[in-house]
């Protein structure tokens, strides 16, 4: 009762339905670290959430955060928007049950489309599972006019989770999972769903893959900004790449390129 009661007065400090666009509101912050489980790092619930690693930081800073990423943020710590709005008003406590997320839910949801493939008999879950969170834009020239993509933040020493390999990929220690962010490959690939990512072979024209990004992400506590394209074409010093949503084909300079690993197709997994 009385850790309700701290989170009934912790979101009562701010009054997200009248929020807007510019004014910010620092007790945000403070409402949620009241919200916050004991055992779940900042950090740890961006990733959760899927949103970016800086949106505490903003938060502090004053800045009020859109809707539907303060719903995914909630979200992750088992909150729906209406029961953080009655802790708002005070209305009917919410039961401690709702804050116990359950150990394998990283996202809501999540499509899994490879649940029907074939896995290796009797064996643990050990394919590891990287952390990801919505990026910045990224600016490109495509089609000759200047651009914003989105990008993803991708935790490498990070797993959130570990899965059973599928019979295909037995002993193969070079190949990781991630869950998708954002919408540009969409209808291809849709927010949530989980892609098989192969560190090994290199990645063919006509290929989906992960394209690790060089810049000022890259040492900050091993996160890297990555892409999720299909590869159209290599030039002498540059990538050219595709995504669906809105569509676009522009080129990316190799130097900025840090690796390039491709997403395996579902026939590959067995």
């Not at 879950?125 to 952390?131: E, I, S, T, Y």
Request: glycine share 6%; hydrophobic share 40%; with cysteine.
């Amino acid at each position: 009762m009385l850790a309700i009661a701290h989170m009934a007065k912790a979101a009562r400090m701010c009054d997200i339905a009248n929020m807007d666009e510019t004014a910010g509101n620092p007790a945000l912050y403070d409402a949620l670290m009241a919200l916050k489980p004991a055992d779940l790092t900042e950090n740890g619930w961006t990733v959760k959430a899927g949103v970016n690693r800086s949106f505490f930081q903003d938060l502090r800073r004053g800045k009020t955060p859109r809707t539907d990423t303060l719903e995914r943020v909630v979200g992750a710590i088992g909150l729906t928007m209406a029961q953080f709005h009655a802790l708002q008003s005070g209305a009917q406590p919410v039961p401690m049950s709702a804050f116990q997320t359950p150990q394998s839910d990283y996202r809501p949801a999540p499509a899994d489309l490879f649940a029907s493939v074939p896995r290796a008999q009797g064996e643990v879950p050990d394919l590891p599972v990287l952390g990801t969170a919505e990026g910045a834009d990224e600016p490109v020239d495509g089609n000759g006019h200047p651009h914003m993509i989105e990008s993803m933040l991708l935790a490498v020493t990070d797993q959130i989770e570990q899965r059973i390999r599928p019979a295909a990929l037995k002993n193969r220690k070079d190949v990781y999972c991630l869950y998708i962010t954002g919408q540009s490959m969409d209808p291809r690939f849709e927010p949530g769903e989980l892609v098989y990512v192969d560190a090994r072979r290199p990645a063919a024209i006509g290929d989906y893959v992960i394209v690790q990004m060089r810049g000022e992400e890259d040492n900050q506590d091993n996160v890297v900004r990555v892409m999720v394209k299909r590869l159209v074409k290599r030039g002498p010093d540059y990538f050219e790449f595709q995504q669906f949503n809105p569509p676009l084909t522009f080129r990316y300079p190799k130097n900025m390129v840090m690796r390039l690993h491709r997403i395996m197709r579902t026939d590959e997994l067995g």
